[in-house]
């Protein structure tokens, strides 16, 4: 009978991202195992497209049924071990309850010394280490006492959209011309990353249009309201405003079928980079929210960073950073410039049923 693992990361998609490799490796060290994110429900789209992931726990339904059935949830998926890689005390605690025989945490969280039997010695802040590599050290328990090559680990970082584009976005992607590139901008990061401002994201749309590509703006509905004067200002550069009009698994095969993605270091970016994508992440140099902690891990993944190795500035006033801000819209360009038209990845969705 073959194990199953549970893994919990219950925080942002683009966190969920760089956890992939965890559940990768999994996949190598117990062949045949069955492997169980826990997240939260916007995270669920990214767990069924990925193919380490076996099944996905609704963390936000299950916190709300009884504690006795969320135990009873726990325990009927007979888990050799739970892996806390973000912690949730709440969690931890039910998975104590459950009596799930392996529960590993990190040392330096408090609850984990009193819920979790493995207790692995992890301090993300001040490591060198990129966070999926640091995501990796919490399998040690299980035996994997390696430190891969980022190489190593980007490997893992793998999504496949399961769900069919629309055919009015599948069209709209399909009318570009040879050697057109199809590109994504996804200017606004939701309070997760540093901005690097709708001036040069105005910019760089600007200078795409006038080297004769294709350039796509996304992002949720309320973003798109916020960016009403910033779209309209811009239309002329823009094939489409697409802000509010993908669900998430929608916009996973609407990146998969474009050729790359601009954006901060944002959930979206690290979508692109693990859909095999180009993904170019405009970073600040301040750690720990610099690209060699958080960078896109893909393929055709890159980014951009000002080069300023403190940014102690931005320390007293993050909403105005000045590091981010100050990269060139035309050292973006010109990196998006050299990307080659990528083979579109809609060939490998469901047919589309024509009328």
């Known amino acids: 009978m073959s194990q199953t693992f549970l893994v919990s990361r219950p925080d942002a998609i683009g966190d969920v991202v760089l956890t992939l490799p965890v559940a990768g490796q999994l996949k190598q060290l117990f062949p045949g195992c069955r492997v169980v994110l826990i997240g939260r429900t916007y995270t669920a789209p990214v767990a069924a497209a990925c193919p380490w992931v076996d099944d996905f726990l609704n963390l936000d339904e299950l916190l709300l049924k009884p504690e006795a059935e969320q135990i009873a949830a726990l325990q009927a998926y007979a888990a050799a071990a739970i892996i806390h890689v973000f912690p949730n005390k709440t969690l931890a605690r039910l998975a104590q309850k459950a009596k799930i025989p392996v529960r590993i945490g990190t040392r330096n969280r408090w609850q984990h010394w009193l819920t979790c039997n493995r207790l692995v010695p992890l301090s993300r802040r001040h490591s060198p280490l990129h966070e999926a590599q640091l995501n990796l050290h919490l399998l040690q328990p299980l035996g994997f006492q390696e430190t891969l090559e980022l190489q190593d680990v980007a490997k893992f970082v793998r999504l496949e959209p399961v769900e069919q584009l629309p055919a009015q976005f599948q069209d709209l992607l399909r009318a570009r011309q040879p050697n057109q590139l199809n590109i994504i901008l996804h200017p606004r990061s939701r309070g997760s990353a540093r901005e690097w401002g709708l001036d040069n994201f105005g910019q760089l749309a600007q200078l795409l249009h006038q080297a004769g590509h294709r350039v796509f703006v996304t992002g949720t509905a309320a973003e798109g309201e916020e960016l009403a004067e910033w779209l309209q200002q811009y239309a002329p550069f823009l094939t489409a405003d697409l802000t509010g009009q993908l669900s998430l698994p929608q916009f996973l095969a609407f990146i998969a079928a474009a050729d790359g993605l601009v954006a901060g270091s944002t959930g979206p970016l690290h979508l692109a980079a693990a859909l095999g994508r180009h993904a170019l992440g ?36 993050p909403a105005a950073c000045s590091c981010i801000r100050a990269v060139e819209p035309l050292a973006v360009a010109a990196q998006v410039l050299s990307w080659r038209p990528l083979a579109s990845k809609d060939a490998e969705l469901p047919p589309r049923n024509e009328q």
Not at 309 to 317: A, M, S
């Open 282 to 317: 405009i970073y600040p140099p301040i750690r720990p929210m610099h690209p060699g902690r958080w960078g896109p891990l893909g393929p055709h993944a890159g980014f951009v960073v000002f080069d300023k190795p403190t940014c102690q500035d931005c320390r007293t006033q």
